[in-house]
C-alpha cells in the first residue's frame, strides 16, 4: 500500500489470509479486508486516537445510518462522552478524487447523525470543517483539533 499523508503511524497487524490481505481494526477488535480504502481509514483511526486524543471506546467504524429509508455506513463516527455524534469521518481511496459529491454523502449522513465536525479524506488530501447545523453554515478548519478542544468547541 502507498505512503499516506499523516503523521507516522503503525505498525499495522497485515496478514495474508486465504490468498486476501487483511488488517488488525483495533476499534472493531477484529481483522479486516485490506483494499485502499480501508487503509485510509486505519491510518485516520490511528491518527484520531494517537494524536488527537480521541478515546477509542467513542469510536464507531462503518457506523449504519439509514438515509431515505435506506442502510448506509458511515466510516467513521466519533462520540462525545454522552453519545452525541461530534465528527463524522468520510474515507476515500488514494486514488480517488475528493469532489463535490464525497461532501453531499457526507452531509446526507450528517443530516441523520448531527455531528458538528466532519471531515473527508481519501490519505492524501484532507478536508475538515465545523457545521453549524442552526445557521446550516460550513466552515473550513485549517487543522484537525483535539478531542478536548472539539468537545469545548461544539458549545463555543
Not at 507516522?8 to 483494499?35: A, K, N, S, W
Not at 477509542?56 to 439509514?66: F, Y
Not at 481511496?93 to 481519501?122: C, E, H, K, M, W
Request: glycine share 6%; proline share 7%.
Amino acid at each position: 500500500m502507498e505512503p499516506l499523508n499523516f503523521p507516522p503511524t503503525g505498525p499495522f497487524d497485515v496478514q495474508r489470509r486465504e490468498g486476501r490481505l487483511v488488517i488488525r481494526d483495533e476499534v472493531r477488535r477484529r481483522y479486516v479486508r485490506l483494499t485502499p480504502e480501508e487503509w485510509v481509514r486505519q491510518h485516520f483511526l490511528q491518527y484520531l486516537t494517537r494524536e488527537l486524543a480521541v478515546p477509542r471506546g467513542l469510536v464507531a467504524v462503518e457506523q449504519k445510518v439509514v438515509v431515505n429509508d435506506q442502510p448506509q455506513r458511515a466510516d467513521v463516527v466519533v462520540y462525545d462522552r454522552q453519545g452525541q455524534p461530534l465528527l463524522l469521518v468520510e474515507c476515500k481511496a488514494p486514488g480517488t478524487a475528493i469532489r463535490q459529491a464525497t461532501f453531499d454523502q457526507s452531509a446526507r449522513y450528517n443530516a441523520v447523525l448531527g455531528a458538528p465536525f466532519l471531515v473527508v479524506t481519501n490519505g492524501l488530501d484532507h478536508y475538515a470543517c465545523r457545521i453549524d447545523l442552526e445557521a446550516r453554515t460550513v466552515g473550513f478548519l485549517d487543522d484537525l483539533p483535539t478531542y478536548e478542544v472539539l468537545l469545548k468547541a461544539r458549545t463555543a
